[in-house]
């Protein structure tokens, strides 16, 4: 329920803002669970609703993500090392921040910056290190992010 954006409110009661009910329903069918999906209006102040996710670990998991942003080595296959480092630490933060609005979370939170920034990194690195990932005789499409 995390990765879409989610958050638990106590034992199988989940909160989600600005969710996709359609993927909320794939899911809860794919796994066989029956459950009841309704939308509300927030009455309270917002701090009810940040509880539900863990943002404190968000921050940190994009501190981390951060400070491996300002590497971007040379050699190919440094390259490649880095940018698994990135993704990996990157993927964690997928559990972790649910997408919320940005109203919602105040002006201080780094997750928008620093995904922008990633987007970057990544395309750079991925470049850096394409001279490796040919040598491996793997077409290169397989590791693409974009659809094909």
Partial sequence: MALLGYGGLQSGVYLGVGVDLEAT???LGFYGLAATCFQGELLGGKEEVLRAFPLEEAKAG?????ALLGQSPEDPVEAFRHLTRLVHEARKLLFLDPGLPQELLGPGFPGPKVRRLFLSAREELRARAAPFLKGLSLPLSDLSPVSR
């Fill in 25 to 27: 329903r794939e899911l």
């Fill in 62 to 66: 994009y501190g981390r993500l951060s």
